[in-house]
């Protein structure tokens, strides 16, 4: 019974998570606040499965959202967040657009920006995700608990696990679309860019904006992501 629960909660990540678009846009600012627009569409077969599996599981109307735009604004904005926009794109889709106070506790543990040595540490770590998921409403928090994805829970699962118990459930085709998505972080800083890398996983592109101005562009294999439980960080100076 708990084989046949985990390849469950696995297959919910996957169908969220593949064959989906998810990316976030951050815009780093000197001492003001920094802009964040993020965003995930599924496809449309993915949030279908979802859909079914969310009725089997609770009872989830069709075509209703599992989340609720006035609770997360509401979170949001008790935490000193400045919310912009929020779009609901089917079931599963959400299309966020806010600002967030350059020193808010929230980023302290994500960006590192030193004005004066030009340079940009992000990390991404189950830990510093925890703090960000404390702040949703609790049906939203409940929902992402069901992914049990090891960048939310901080458990040990390997990439070739996920993929395992995938390819079981669903099929190669699912596996493969797993294996092969991607999730897109874009920064802007107020500086050129000289160098950038990432570690332990993913690649950094760097465009230079204007003579004051750059944009790194980073891509993150979606199960690599998923099961992290270190960090991966990247360095823009």
């Known amino acids: 019974m708990e084989?046949?629960?985990?390849?469950l909660v696995c297959c919910v990540v996957v169908c969220i998570t593949a064959a989906c678009s998810s990316s976030a846009h951050i815009v780093i600012r000197d001492n003001t606040n920094y802009d964040l627009t993020a965003?995930?569409?599924?496809?449309?077969?993915?949030?279908?499965?979802?859909?079914h599996l969310l009725k089997q599981k609770s009872e989830h109307a069709d075509g209703q959202s599992v989340f609720n735009v006035q609770e997360?604004?509401?979170?949001?904005?008790?935490?000193?967040?400045?919310?912009?926009?929020?779009?609901?794109?089917?079931?599963?889709?959400?299309?966020?657009?806010?600002?967030?106070?350059?020193?808010?506790?929230?980023l302290k543990d994500i960006i590192g920006y030193d004005k004066k040595g030009r340079k940009t540490v992000l990390r991404i770590s189950p830990e510093n995700i925890a703090s960000f998921l404390k702040i949703l409403p609790q049906e939203s928090r409940d929902f992402i608990?069901?992914?049990?994805?090891?960048?939310?829970?901080?458990?040990?699962?390997?990439p070739a696990e996920y993929e395992e118990l995938i390819g079981a459930a669903y099929g190669k085709k699912i596996a493969t679309e797993l294996h092969?998505?991607?999730?897109?972080?874009?920064?802007?800083?107020?500086?050129?860019?000289?160098t950038a890398r990432i570690s332990p996983v993913g690649t950094v592109t760097v465009q230079?904006?204007?003579?004051?101005?750059?944009?790194?562009?980073?891509?993150?294999?979606?199960?690599?992501?998923?099961?992290?439980?270190g960090t991966i960080e990247t360095q823009l100076q």
């Not at 608990?145 to 390997?158: S, V």
């Not at 092969?180 to 000289?194: C, G, H």
């Not at 230079?208 to 439980?229: D, G, Q, Y």
Request: hydrophobic share 45%.
């Open 39 to 51: 965003e995930f569409i599924p496809s449309s077969l993915l949030e279908k499965n979802i859909t």
């Open 145 to 158: 608990d069901m992914l049990m994805a090891p960048l939310f829970t901080g458990d040990a699962i390997p």
């Open 72 to 106: 997360l604004k509401e979170a949001f904005t008790k935490e000193g967040i400045s919310v912009q926009d929020i779009t609901l794109k089917g079931v599963l889709g959400l299309r966020l657009v806010c600002a967030v106070p350059y020193n808010h506790g929230l």
């Open 208 to 229: 230079t904006k204007t003579e004051k101005t750059s944009r790194a562009s980073i891509r993150i294999p979606l199960i690599e992501l998923l099961c992290t439980v």
């Open 180 to 194: 092969s998505a991607e999730f897109t972080l874009i920064v802007d800083v107020p500086y050129k860019i000289q």
């Open 3 to 7: 084989i046949v629960y985990r390849i």
